[in-house]
């Protein structure tokens, strides 16, 4: 195989529509939202939330929607994506094996892809991240890399609850960085899903370290924001992150829809979308990327 191109991404890859929204929300301090999303309600809810804040925003996809329908949910959301009135770009989440990630960089319906090989061990996760965000690459897809292990599960993506959390440092971020990656989401005390009774505790001087070592050639993603608010937001902002992954806080609010004895179909579906809207709009104000579209 040729030399990747990855070695100089940002030449390469700087008119990438997500490229670009992160850039953006670099220079202007605020947060775009990576929605996760599992059916054709929260597709909607993102669109509509994004037209209604003049936000721009990501719809993320775990690989569970490759399994589950194919490419239909991918090709619905990149639809929707590119008709939007507003930025939105669509995003492969936790792809956490080559398969995967071949499969959904030749669909061409993702702006990018995170590659996830946490689950091998560091030699092995390094030579197969490079390998992988070459491929990406060469299709015009960015790819965000996770160092270190950000712990806990996440709907539709392998559990890694009975893998020790490994806090990421400045010297593995640049590890990372230099197999080509354009976006690091680091491990500071984040996890997914719910942070239980020890509540949310956050490294920020990791954080501002880490942004400090790599923040000038990547841009920073956040994982694991269940229960956050505009202050936590805020200083995670403040370090460096401008891609922030929500999930609970809509998704949650979609099955409570469901759960409600009586409702009919059509208005399970019509409610559902409207709740997870609401959410969407919520963090969209907490991370400032409203009225930035
Ligand atoms: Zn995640």
Redesign the pocket.
């Known amino acids: 195989m040729a030399e990747p191109a990855s070695k100089n991404p940002k030449l390469d890859l700087s008119q990438n529509k997500a490229n670009v929204m992160l850039q953006k929300a670099a220079e202007g301090k605020y947060g775009i939202a990576g929605v996760c999303v599992y059916n054709l309600e929260g597709i909607l809810a993102t669109v509509r939330a994004a037209t209604a804040k003049r936000s721009p925003a990501m719809i993320l996809l775990f690989p569970w929607a490759q399994s589950y329908s194919s490419t239909l949910l991918a090709q619905a959301a990149a639809t929707a994506a590119r008709s939007a009135p507003v930025p939105i770009t669509l995003h492969l989440?936790?792809a956490q094996s080559p398969e995967a990630i071949h499969i959904a960089a030749d669909t061409g319906f993702y702006d990018s892809i995170m590659v996830d090989m946490s689950h091998y061990d560091k030699a092995e996760n390094l030579a197969k991240t490079k390998e992988l965000v070459a491929y990406c690459h060469e299709k015009g897809i960015v790819c965000e890399a996770e160092p270190g292990r950000?712990q806990g599960g996440?709907d539709g993506v392998a559990d890694t609850a009975d893998l020790e959390a490994i806090m990421t440092t400045p010297e593995e971020a640049r590890e990372f960085v230099d197999t080509g990656i354009d976006w690091l989401a680091p491990a500071f005390g984040n996890v997914?899903g719910s942070y239980g009774a020890r509540g949310i505790q956050l490294e920020y001087e990791r954080l501002h370290a880490v942004n400090e070592a790599v923040g000038k050639e990547v841009r920073m993603v956040l994982?694991?924001t269940d229960g956050f608010d505009e202050r936590i937001y805020g200083k995670c902002i403040e370090g460096g992150i401008t891609k922030v992954?929500i999930n609970g806080v809509l998704n949650k609010r979609y099955l409570k829809v469901q759960r409600e004895a009586g409702l009919g179909v059509s208005e399970t579906i019509e409610r559902g979308t409207s709740v997870m809207q609401e959410a969407i709009e919520e963090c969209m104000d907490m991370l400032g990327s409203s009225g930035r579209a």
Request: proline share 0%; hydrophobic share 10%; glycine share 12%.
């Open positions: 989440d936790h950000i996440e997914h994982h694991g992954n």
